[in-house]
C-alpha cells in the first residue's frame, strides 16, 4: 500500500486525474490518496492558495500526483506549481518526448529526454516594479554553482545508467555570459567525468530551430528553468501535442508527478481532454515507487490504444474521436 498525496488541480485536472486513477486502480497496485485543494479552491475555502496542511501532506508521503493549476496571468497569487518545486527542492524537472506510433505528428520516432533545471534563474519571482508608476520592471535570474553541479550529474548518471549516448548543454552565454556562461562551464566540466557519453552545447535559438528540422539528432538536453520550460512544449508538438508529455519533479526525498500541459481552461469541463499525459505520469511515478510491472502495463496499453486509433480523443483523431472517459475505458482494456 503507498499512501500519496493527490491534487487534482483546476481546468481539466479533476476529469483527467480521476481517469488516471481508475487506470492506476485497474493495475491492483494499492494506492491510499490523501485529497488535496490547492490555488483557486483553496483561496475560496481557506483563503490561502498553497496552505500549510497540503505542504506537511507532501512532506509525510514523499510523493505527490498533481493536476494542472491555473496561474492568473501578470496579477494574483504566483505559480503553485512554481511553489512547489521550490518549497521540495525539486531540482529535477524529467521530461520523456516519445513518439506513438498511430498519432499523426510532424516527427516520428522521436526518443528525446529533456532535464530542466526546476529551482533558479528567472522562476524564483525575484521581480518587482520600480516604481508606482510602474514606469519599469526588473527581475533576478539567479543561477548557482551548487544547481547547476546537481542537474547536470544527475542527467549524466541518468545517460550513463540508461545508456544513453549523448548529451546537448542548451544555454544562452552568448548573451547571458555569466548565468549562461557558469551553467555551460559546470556542464562541460562535468561531461569530463562521462567520457563515453557525446557532449555537445548549443545556443538556445539555434537549438530551437535544430529541433524543429531534425530531432533525431538530438538524446539527452539538459538546459536551464525558463528555456526548458519553453523547449517542453515545443517538443510536445513534435510529437503529437501537450496531450502526450508526460513529467516528474525529483527532489532528494519528495518527487511530484504531473503532465507538461497546463489547465486548458479552452476545453475545461467537456470530458475531451487527452488523458494519456497525466496517466503517462502515473506510470513514470510506480516506477519511482518500484511497482515497474504495473507502469510497464499502463505504458503499453497507452501505447495500443493509440495504435489501434479508433479510441483516442480528439487532439489525436480530429474526425473520430471520444471523449475521455471512453479512451480511459480503452487503455484499461487494453491492459495485457
Ligand atoms: P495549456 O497547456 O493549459 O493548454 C495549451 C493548449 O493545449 C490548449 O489549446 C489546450 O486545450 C491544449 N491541451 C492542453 N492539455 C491538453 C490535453 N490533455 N488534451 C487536449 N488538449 C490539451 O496552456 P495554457 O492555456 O497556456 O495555460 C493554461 C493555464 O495552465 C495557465 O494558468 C498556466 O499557468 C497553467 N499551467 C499549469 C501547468 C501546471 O500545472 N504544471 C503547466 C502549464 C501551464
Redesign the pocket.
Known sequence: MHTITLIP?D??GPE?VSAAQKVIKATGVQIEWEHHEVGIPAIEKYKDPLPKHVLESIQRNKILY????????GTGFR?I?VALRKEFDLYVNFRPVKSFEGIQSLWHNVDLIIFRENTEEFYTGIEHYIDAQKSAAEAIGIVTRFSCDRIFRYAFEYARKHGRKKVTIVHKANILKYTGGLFLEVGQQISKEYPEIETDDKIVDNFSMQLVMNPHQFDVIVTTNMFGDIISDLCAGLVG???MAPGANIGKDIAMF??????????AGKN????S?IILASAMMLRYLGELDAAIKIENAVAKTIREGTHV?R?INPKNGVNTNEMTKAIINNFL
Open positions: 488541480g481546468g481539466i483527467i498533481k493536476g494542472p493549476i491555473t496561474t492568473p496571468v505559480s506549481n501535442g501537450l496531450g504531473e503532465a507538461v500541459h497546463g489547465s486548458a481552461p479552452d476545453i475531451i481532454a487527452n488523458p499525459a480523443t487532439d
